[in-house]
């Protein structure tokens, strides 16, 4: 069964969805990320993600106090993402009640770091971000495009023992318009031993059985969630 992980993004420490990577397309859903986090709980959620747009923007952890708080006040396993580019901003998200993180940018753009991270904290608890446009790697927010193949990307940490990854297509982040099934379903040919979590475009929940039925390990959800489009109680279908 696939497992199904709402997404919380933070900008200004307020729970926000952005379309398709750009900050200039905010939209803030609450005030308070801790409160939406409860209602992900109080509906049998287990897992989330939680990203810090600030940070990813900075280069650095900037919402560590909204990840403490939800740690704090829930006991949902956090994700964090978002600017963790340094030993210590890995330590920060940990002590600040992150049980695992997920590590875009600086796996791009130091692998040593990445890997360091990978030998000293474990698979189960770093999650390779492998976000994509054309099926090349965007990192940085996805303010920055490269030519790094996100297939060769993977396979290349999947060599050094990566056990997760996220993987988003960034031209279907927050349109509501479907996921990129045909690049999760390359994904799942060519890596089978690989735990891949798919994100963006979901729009309801045909989606999720469809993701469900290619065998991914899990989906994340945002904007349909906010949105209205797919319910808490549809949820609980994929709930164990």
Not at 74 to 101: E, H, N, P, R, Y
Request: net charge negative; with cysteine.
């Amino acid at each position: 069964m696939i497992q199904v992980i709402p997404a919380i993004d933070i900008i200004d420490g307020k729970c926000v969805r952005l379309t398709q990577g750009d900050y200039g397309q905010k939209k803030i859903y609450n005030e308070d990320p801790a409160e939406v986090a409860k209602e992900f709980e109080g509906a049998g959620i287990k897992r989330l993600h939680l990203v810090d747009l600030d940070g990813a923007k900075e280069k650095r952890i900037i919402n560590h106090k909204v990840l403490e708080k939800i740690a704090n006040s829930t006991d949902l396993i956090i994700d964090f993402g978002g600017g963790i580019q340094s030993d210590i901003d890995i330590q920060k998200a940990f002590d600040f009640g992150a049980k695992m993180i997920t590590g875009g940018s600086i796996a791009v753009k130091n692998q040593e770091m990445f890997l360091s991270w990978l030998e000293k904290f474990g698979p189960e608890k770093i999650i390779l971000g492998a976000d994509a446009k054309d099926e090349m790697i965007a990192i940085s927010g996805w303010q920055e495009a490269t030519k790094v193949s996100v297939f060769d990307f993977i396979e290349e940490y999947l060599k050094k023992g990566i056990k997760y990854t996220i993987s988003t297509d960034v031209a279907k982040d927050g349109l509501l318009q479907g996921p990129s099934f045909d690049l999760y379903e390359k994904m799942q040919a060519k890596f089978a031993d690989l735990h891949i979590i798919a994100s963006g475009g979901v729009s309801e929940m045909k989606d999720l059985e469809k993701l469900n039925e290619q065998g991914v390990f899990g989906v994340i959800v945002g904007k349909a969630i906010y949105e209205g489009k797919i319910s808490l109680k549809e949820l609980e279908k994929f709930i164990c």
